[in-house]
């Protein structure tokens, strides 16, 4: 089964989605922070769907951690420079970044209704990231790419999140073996 884009979205609202790599024995990241895709072999910015991902996006919201680790990488070619950039942070950005820090899921995720937007938001990560608007109820679409590696230990992707049961929306291999998996609140 394919993973097509939403095509009954006319005038929808905003979803909030993740598409996240996650070793097979759960982990987003090692223990030094370096996420699972980074340890894939063959792996590419916008490869295992991410590109069709970025494509539908007009937002994207990131733990601190995931800026931080990325904006040194990033700087040269920041890949939402047409999108909205929110950090979720109690610290300063750096000046010049373009993003825009908010230190509270609840808050954030206000800001982003009040803003009209009629795309997706992508929700980059990190793991504690995603687990606050798990447990806010705003993740529409969890997109979970199970990557064929184990990590061994690092930072799980669910690790303290209270049950909810989900239903399997579709399914998808990338090349390398690695799984995307769909899944919509039950």
């Keep these: 089964m394919m993973c097509p884009r939403d095509t009954d979205r006319e005038g929808a609202r905003m979803v909030i989605r993740t598409h996240v790599g996650v070793s097979l024995d759960g982990f987003v990241a090692d223990a030094d922070g370096v996420a699972a895709w980074e340890s894939l072999p063959g792996y590419e910015h916008r490869s295992h769907g991410i590109a069709e991902v970025l494509e539908h996006c007009e937002a994207v919201v990131m733990g601190r951690s995931t800026f931080d680790r990325g904006l040194a990488r990033w700087s040269a070619d920041w890949p939402w420079a047409d999108k909205d950039v929110h950090v979720l942070t109690s610290r300063p950005l750096p000046p010049g970044v373009q993003a825009r820090a908010c230190d509270n ?15 997706d938001v992508h929700l980059l990560g ?61």
């Design 126 to 186: 990190g793991a504690r990231t995603i687990r606050a608007f798990l447990d806010l109820g705003a993740v529409a679409r969890l997109g979970v790419v199970v990557l064929p590696m184990l990590l061994g230990n690092g930072i799980p992707l669910f690790d303290g999140t209270a049950g909810q049961p989900l239903h399997l929306q579709c399914q998808r291999t990338h090349p390398g073996g690695a799984v995307e998996l769909i899944y919509t609140p039950a």
């Design 105 to 119: 899921a609840t808050e954030l995720l206000a800001r982003l209704q009040r803003t009209g937007l009629m795309g």
